[in-house]
């Protein structure tokens, strides 16, 4: 079944603990991508990637890191997370182009005490 | 100013009627994608229904369409026969060139209520 897998789906952790989020697809898609969905805000871009190798940051990507050294993989990472993370995040994925929808991940809750 | 805008917080519907949920875009672009996702109370992100802006034919996906109206900037999401599963945010999305990034934008919801 093709699909963009996340874990954790939840997690409640401390400031400063270091965590990573992964997110991994099965499509062979090159464009992957990071948002945060917080109330009022809407969905925001964090990091995004065209291909291996290839990372550029989104509208919000202060205090996130993210690396792509497989196609397939995507992982997110809050070197010292502080509460103002506190968020549900979601991984996407797709073909390159205008015209290719993004897949989401089921989307990972995380709450930063 | 709104890439996205969707003007209706809220809707409501009877089951097994039509729903037309509104989204407007704007963009200087010539190519663009507009899409429409779904997102249930248990939070997943469910794709739709997309639009290039170069066709010309309105997209359908089953129940769903999309009421595609280039010159006012209009890509409206039109849900016949509603059914109670259909209870959802939905979000208005554009996707476009910004510099090497193919970036999706989303509009602020609009939260679709299906009564029985």
């Known amino acids: 079944e093709a699909q963009v897998t996340q874990n954790p789906r939840y997690l409640i952790t401390v400031t400063g603990k270091k965590l990573t989020v992964t997110c991994s697809q099965n499509m062979n898609h090159e464009y992957m991508s990071w948002y945060r969905q917080d109330p009022g805000l809407g969905l925001r871009q964090i990091y995004y990637s065209m291909n291996v190798e290839v990372t550029d940051k989104g509208d919000v990507p202060e205090g996130y890191k993210v690396s792509r050294k497989e196609k397939r993989n995507f992982p997110l990472i809050l070197e010292s997370p502080s509460p103002n993370q506190t968020s549900l995040y979601f991984c996407?994925?797709?073909?390159?182009?205008?015209?290719?929808?993004?897949?989401f991940g089921d989307g990972t809750r995380l709450s930063i005490l | 100013a709104q890439k996205i805008t969707q003007t209706q917080p809220g809707m409501f519907v009877q089951e097994k009627e039509a729903v037309t949920l509104d989204c407007t875009y704007d963009?200087?672009?010539?190519?663009?994608?507009l899409f429409w996702y779904k997102q249930p109370s248990s939070g997943e992100m469910i794709f739709l229904i997309y639009?290039?802006?170069?066709?010309?034919q309105n997209a359908t996906e089953g129940r769903y369409s999309l009421n595609f109206q280039k010159a006012r900037k209009s890509a409206n999401l039109v849900i016949s026969a509603s059914q109670l599963g259909d209870s959802a945010m939905y979000f208005c999305?554009?996707?476009?060139?910004?510099?090497?990034?193919?970036?999706?934008?989303f509009g602020k919801g609009t939260l679709l209520t299906v009564n029985p």
């Open positions: 999305a554009m996707r476009e060139i910004w510099g090497s990034n193919y970036k999706l934008t």
């Open positions: 996407a994925s797709s073909l390159q182009g205008l015209y290719q929808p993004q897949h």
């Open positions: 963009t200087s672009d010539q190519s663009y994608g």
């Open positions: 639009q290039g802006s170069y066709d010309e």
